[in-house]
């Protein structure tokens, strides 16, 4: 069964960073493009970056390019999201999502999710 559980969210004034973890239970992870996206209190859930079975390939949403990194672990399983200079406008629970193939942006194209971290920044 494959499981994706997210940590390392929380609250952070504006300014500060988070990192956020997501531990994925695929028996084939470093075959996986995984990704990263964020549903804030009554808007969608939209896309925040994604990272290639090899880390090659990597696509940030407009708003957190040149702020946030991701970046892959495939011997330990994990994907990260590095969130520096928080905005309060980032506050979302964020979610880890994998899929096999090529690195898309589309939330539909991703097979598996996990349960979400919550990230608040306070003004």
């Known amino acids: 069964q494959v499981q994706l559980v997210e940590s390392g969210g929380g609250l952070v004034q504006a300014g500060g960073s988070l990192r956020l973890s997501c531990a994925a239970s695929?028996?084939?992870?470093?075959?996986?493009?995984m990704g990263w996206f964020r549903q804030a209190p009554g808007k969608e859930r939209e896309f925040v970056a994604a990272?290639?079975?090899?880390?090659?390939?990597?696509y940030y949403a407009g708003p957190v390019k040149g702020r946030f990194t991701i970046s892959r672990d495939n011997a330990k399983n994990l994907v990260y999201l590095e969130m520096n200079s928080l905005k309060p406008e980032d506050t979302a629970v964020y979610y880890c999502?994998?899929?096999?193939?090529?690195?898309?942006?589309?939330?539909?194209?991703?097979?598996?999710w996990g349960q979400g971290t919550q990230v608040t920044v306070s003004s």
């Open positions: 695929l028996r084939t992870f470093s075959s996986y493009t």
């Open positions: 999502a994998a899929r096999q193939g090529p690195v898309v942006v589309r939330m539909y194209e991703y097979n598996y």
């Open positions: 990272i290639s079975w090899r880390g090659e390939v990597i």
